[in-house]
């Protein structure tokens, strides 16, 4: 599990690779929890959901707890204000898009097509601005790029109604495309999030990734959300 971005008030996010294997495994034996433990310096509770690809948020620690033992709820964004917790999706192709506020409430998201079609990113904005956030800042993980992300069918016209015609990009081989990073950065801008940093890796051509579009993978990363700077 690497570093992969720290935010101005100290929250940082951590993104594995093909190098440590399916994060899935990485989950299931408590390994993750216990390495994001030891780079922290604190006890660390993994927050995650059932995703769905869905438009759904939930709260976590903000009022409500998720037990360790408790059934994952159905969803693809979770928010929180405790420093207890670290929040985490599972991706492939798919965005895992990172959210973080001065007030200290912060937010994981998984964040696909059908996500983003589906409202995700604001859904979560919104709920932590009902927590208290102003600014919100976001940072995207790695995910796949235009050149490599074919998309066809109606539902990419949909897309770019709702977001604009940027989102509409070419393969490298030039077929049509779905622009999923530039379809994340509009969402994002239509809630009010203009502060967005992302990584320039792309999941589809990047050797270290996972792929389910490029390579039928069935592992996944781990992108998990960790408060810093005193929270």
Request: aromatic share 6%; hydrophobic share 40%.
């Amino acid at each position: 599990m690497r570093l992969l971005y720290r935010f101005e008030n100290g929250h940082e996010v951590y993104f594995t690779t093909k190098v440590e294997g399916d994060a899935r495994e990485l989950i299931s034996c408590g390994a993750a929890e216990r390495e994001l433990g030891e780079r922290v310096g604190r006890a660390i509770r993994l927050g995650r959901l059932n995703q769905i690809h869905s438009g759904i948020v939930h709260l976590i620690g903000c009022g409500e707890r998720q037990e360790a033992d408790s059934s994952l709820p159905d969803g693809d964004g979770l928010v929180a204000c405790s420093g207890d917790f670290g929040l985490g999706v599972l991706v492939a192709d798919c965005a895992p898009v990172a959210l973080t506020s001065a007030e200290g409430i912060f937010a994981a998201v998984h964040a696909g097509w059908q996500g983003v079609s589906k409202g995700v990113l604001p859904e979560a904005a919104a709920a932590m601005r009902s927590m208290g956030a102003s600014e919100i800042s976001a940072y995207v993980g790695p995910c796949i790029r235009s050149e490599c992300y074919e998309f066809k069918g109606p539902e990419l016209w949909e897309i770019s109604r709702e977001l604009g015609g940027s989102v509409v990009g070419r393969t490298s081989w030039d077929t049509v495309s779905l622009d999923l990073l530039e379809a994340v950065r509009r969402s994002l801008a239509k809630a009010g999030v203009g502060n967005v940093e992302a990584s320039q890796a792309c999941t589809a051509c990047g050797d270290e990734y996972y792929s389910f579009r490029a390579r039928q993978s069935q592992e996944r990363h781990l992108m998990v959300v960790v408060p810093g700077g005193g929270y």
